[in-house]
């Protein structure tokens, strides 16, 4: 991907907006309304607006059960082809309510809008995007309104850029256009210190650099998708995360937030859709962990948490994470790897989730730790495993002890206060 150069893009004074509306605020056709009316009001006041929008409410999650009923794995070209369409049904839907307003506008697929990608389905990369089409509405006087998480690779076949993807769309289409910024609007006022609707005691963070924010998206802040925030890391593209439903200003992602807001700790992530799986009693030899995770690499799955325990007379148990969701199509891939490294068998845990603090205040403090693990004892809840970086300790917990973990954590590191 390139950032845009042409100069009717460029040229600050007509320089588009990228808006993205997120499922909960599409969930219906009142609140499609709503948010056209929102378009409309941005368009009458600057002129340009692309528009990116999710599948409305929780139609793709309904799409992917509705898959998983006919086949338990199914293929992952054809759920590509199923769970593009939910997001390909909202931006016909809002065209129509905007011309209802009297506002000019034209829906376009991923393949319309030239969102090129990488052939990984349900998890495919975007490579490039082929903006004139949408340049041409702009220039037209439409608000175009683009379907997001979808694009198409090589072969023209549909992908999906993963779960919570149409934030990625939003982002790489302002970077292309170069758009003055691009405005993720969803159904919080912003990036908050933790989960809201975990801990009601979070505070809203009105800054936060993209590295830090890369680092909370992926240990599971879904607020953003964690590629959105690389992507508009290395183009530098002013990203702001605010409520749909109230005019307050929300929170800015870039590269330089304020001095003291850095150097602590930004907050605490948890994700309840993580499994893990265990390789039982793997012959503890060279080349394993090559052949198990180069397997699953090549099936397109993601793995997190790595965890080699100690050798016990030449065997180990193999363990690592990944999303719940990939725990279906991951079991063929699982089970022949399971054979062929000869480990005893393949052994999948659901009763987990992850809790994680994150944060630059890691960087040379001693007593982070044990802070986090008092913390949690005091709660009784036991952790399984820990994983660090520099700027997050991952905890894995018990799924149904997660909400106590976060609210623990968040006490513990003051982050209701300022
Ligand atoms: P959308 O459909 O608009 O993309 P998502 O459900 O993907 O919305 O993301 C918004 C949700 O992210 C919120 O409803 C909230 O429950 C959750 N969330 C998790 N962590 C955070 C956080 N740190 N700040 C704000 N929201 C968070
Ligand atoms: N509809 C997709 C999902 O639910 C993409 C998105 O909403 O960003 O993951
Ligand atoms: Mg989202």
């Not at 340009?48 to 998983?68: C, N, P, Q, W, Y």
């Not at 964690?226 to 530098?236: D, H, K, L, N, Q």
């Not at 986090?372 to 300790?393: K, M, P, R, W």
Request: net charge negative; with cysteine; aromatic share 4%.
């Amino acid at each position: 991907m390139t950032a845009g150069t042409d100069s009717a893009l460029t040229d600050t004074s007509r320089r588009c907006i990228v808006q993205k509306f997120g499922g909960s605020s599409v969930a219906s056709a009142e609140l499609i309304q709503r948010v056209a009316r929102r378009i409309a009001a941005t368009h009458a006041k600057r002129g340009r607006v692309v528009a990116v929008v999710s599948a409305m409410g929780d139609s793709t999650d309904e799409l992917i059960s509705l898959a998983h009923k006919v086949n338990p794995a199914p293929p992952s070209r054809e759920m590509d082809q199923l769970l593009s369409t939910g997001e390909t049904i909202t931006a016909p839907l809002m065209a129509m309510a905007l011309e209802r307003l009297g506002v000019p506008a034209i829906s376009l697929t991923g393949l319309q809008a030239g969102i090129r990608t990488s052939s990984v389905h349900r998890s495919a990369r975007i490579v490039d995007i082929v903006p004139q089409r949408i340049i041409d509405e702009l220039e037209r006087g439409r608000v175009v309104v683009v379907a997001g998480f979808q694009g198409v690779d090589e072969a023209l076949d549909i992908t999906t850029l993963g779960r919570g993807g149409t934030d990625t769309t939003a982002v790489a289409l302002a970077v292309e256009l170069s758009a003055e910024r691009c405005e993720i609007y969803t159904d919080v006022a912003g990036v908050y210190t933790a989960d809201p609707r975990v801990e009601p005691r979070a505070r809203l963070i009105p800054e936060i650099a993209y590295e830090e924010m890369l680092e909370f998206a992926a240990v599971g802040a879904k607020v953003m998708h964690p590629r959105a925030v690389e992507i508009g890391e290395t183009y530098s593209m002013p990203i702001v995360v605010r409520s749909t439903f109230e005019d307050q200003p929300g929170t800015l992602i870039c590269q330089h937030p304020a001095m003291e807001d850095r150097q602590k700790i930004r907050g605490i992530a948890h994700d309840s859709g993580v499994a893990k799986v265990i390789l039982t009693r793997v012959p503890d030899r060279p080349g394993i962990a090559a052949a198990v995770f180069g397997a699953i690499g090549k099936a397109g799955i993601n793995v997190d948490i790595i965890v080699q325990n100690v050798s016990h007379d030449g065997f180990t148990d193999l363990s690592f994470t990944i999303a719940e969701e990939d725990l279906s199509r991951s079991r063929p891939v699982l089970e022949e790897v399971a054979r062929e490294v000869q480990a005893e068998q393949v052994v999948a845990d659901t009763g987990i989730a992850t809790v994680s603090v994150v944060g630059t205040a890691f960087l040379g403090t001693p007593g982070m730790f044990a802070r986090i693990f008092d913390a949690l004892s005091a709660q009784g809840i036991n952790v399984e495993q820990i994983t660090t970086s520099q700027i997050h300790v991952t905890v894995i917990i018990a799924r149904d002890r997660v909400a106590d973990a976060v609210r623990a954590l968040h006490a513990e590191f003051e982050l209701e206060h300022d």
